[in-house]
């Protein structure tokens, strides 16, 4: 099995399912407690997670697992495996240099500022909720998986699970142009993605000019709404977040 495929695999089925069915309930159990439910025995898993036995077990046994023990054990080797992998990955990495290489329209000191403020914030979360169209999205989800091997709840929203936000938790919005932003308010205002801190990841000068404020962290990227150059600024601030947190967060 390649390495981290497992939790990589749970998030296939998490970000990809088109329904609320009991696999994506028990998908999201597992990201929620992922490192609690590596000391947890099958009982103890079934009565925490709520789930039937036959639904788990049909989940494993699609994962090519034959029983409990054996996709636990799995699933905590390549946890360690993961976190051996981004370890060697950040060891002498150096920040300033990828910041000095993006394109951006502020300084390198603003936006290590900027990076500081929202990787507080993850740290800070009980939840992270990332929102958007399916392809800016799924750009995230290396720093989604790093993240969730941290301990940290990350997941996708999907309509058809609307999660109710709220002050402990930190909505990151992807949205070239902003449309998405007007659109969910005016379509999802049961969510109230208001209460939480939200990051703003946007081509959108409007949003530049308005700025960041307690509840809201903006960081503006240059472009013509071009979802190719978008795309990849969107892999160098994720890439910055992954670096800053594991320094300030993981390794302290």
């Known amino acids: 099995m390649n390495m981290n495929i497992l939790l990589s695999r749970i998030l296939t089925y998490l970000n990809g399912t088109l329904s609320h069915d009991a696999y994506y309930d028990l998908c999201t159990y597992m990201v929620f407690h992922y490192l609690e439910i590596q000391s947890m025995d099958e009982e103890t898993f079934l009565k925490e997670s709520h789930c039937s036995k036959e639904d788990l077990y049909a989940f494993i046994n699609m994962l090519d697992f034959n029983n409990y023990d054996e996709f636990m054990n799995e699933l905590i080797r390549l946890h360690n495996v993961r976190i051996n992998q981004i370890k060697n990955r950040m060891d002498g ?4 240099e990828l910041v000095d290489s993006m394109e951006k329209v502020c300084t390198n000191e603003e936006m290590l500022s900027l990076i500081d403020i929202i990787c507080e914030k993850l740290y800070q979360a009980k939840r992270i909720v990332i929102y958007g169209a399916l392809y800016p999205v799924s750009i995230a989800v290396e720093l989604q998986t790093d993240m969730i091997s941290f301990g940290k709840p990350f997941i996708q929203f999907h309509s058809y699970d609307p999660i109710l936000m709220n002050e402990d938790d930190v909505a990151i919005i992807i949205s070239a142009t902003g449309r998405y932003v007007n659109s969910f308010q005016k379509s999802h205002a049961d969510v109230h993605i208001e209460r939480a801190h939200q990051v703003l990841i946007t081509q959108n000068k409007k949003y530049l000019k308005s700025g960041s404020d307690e509840k809201t962290t903006i ?10 150059n978008f ?6 601030i994720c890439d910055l977040i992954r670096i800053d947190y594991y320094a300030k967060y993981v390794t302290k």
């Open 231 to 236: 795309n990849y600024q969107i892999m160098t």
């Open 93 to 96: 990495v150096d920040i300033n």
């Open 219 to 228: 960081i503006y990227v240059p472009g013509k709404f071009d979802s190719i």
